[in-house]
């Protein structure tokens, strides 16, 4: 199972926000610039995630995107639905094949797991941290520490 752009882009941008909304809302111009991800593409995506209230946008001098919810309560799937993207591997079987009851149950789990994993759970990672300090010195933005993004 691969997960589209939309999908990708969405959850790639949220962990940006989230890993640096402490000093402020966050432009997309930054995330877009840090991420290289189109910003008119950011900006659909992001109109999709405030109607489903998981960003809260700010207007003015200053402003950006902030996250609508503690990181601990947005789940990874609460961003792929309001993208509208579908975790289904089941899909991907034929009408017919022996093995499609393997294939929706391996959809249901992989759904359970993104639900149960929370975006808190994940720019907390060695990994993330290490990517994100890596991208900011990069783009001249501020390093993020473990403490930082907790």
């Given at each position: 199972?691969?997960?589209?752009?939309?999908?990708?882009?969405?959850?790639?941008?949220?962990?940006?926000?989230?890993?640096?909304?402490?000093?402020?809302?966050?432009?997309?111009?930054?995330?877009?610039?840090?991420?290289?991800?189109?910003?008119?593409?950011?900006e659909q995506l992001f109109?999709?995630?405030?109607?489903?209230?998981?960003?809260?946008?700010?207007?003015?001098?200053g402003g950006g995107y902030?996250?609508?919810?503690?990181a601990n309560e947005i789940?990874?799937?609460?961003?792929?639905?309001?993208?509208?993207?579908?975790?289904?591997?089941?899909?991907?079987?034929?009408?017919?094949?022996?093995?499609?009851?393997?294939?929706?149950?391996?959809?249901?789990?992989?759904?359970?797991?993104?639900?149960?994993?929370?975006?808190?759970?994940?720019?907390?990672?060695?990994?993330?941290?290490?990517?994100?300090?890596?991208?900011?010195?990069?783009?001249?933005?501020?390093?993020?520490?473990?403490?930082?993004?907790?």
């Open positions: 199972m691969r997960l589209s752009t939309k999908g990708r882009y969405a959850v790639t941008a949220m962990f940006d926000l989230a890993l640096h909304q402490q000093d402020g809302p966050v432009p997309l111009t930054e995330i877009s610039t840090c991420q290289t991800i189109s910003l008119s593409y950011l109109a999709k995630l405030r109607k489903k209230d998981l960003v809260i946008g700010v207007r003015g001098v902030r996250l609508a919810r503690p789940s990874i799937a609460d961003i792929l639905r309001a993208v509208d993207e579908k975790v289904d591997v089941s899909r991907a079987a034929e009408k017919g094949d022996p093995a499609q009851a393997l294939w929706i149950e391996f959809s249901e789990e992989l759904y359970a797991y993104l639900n149960k994993r929370t975006l808190a759970d994940c720019i907390s990672s060695p990994y993330a941290l290490r990517v994100s300090a890596r991208q900011d010195g990069e783009h001249g933005r501020g390093i993020v520490t473990r403490q930082d993004a907790a």
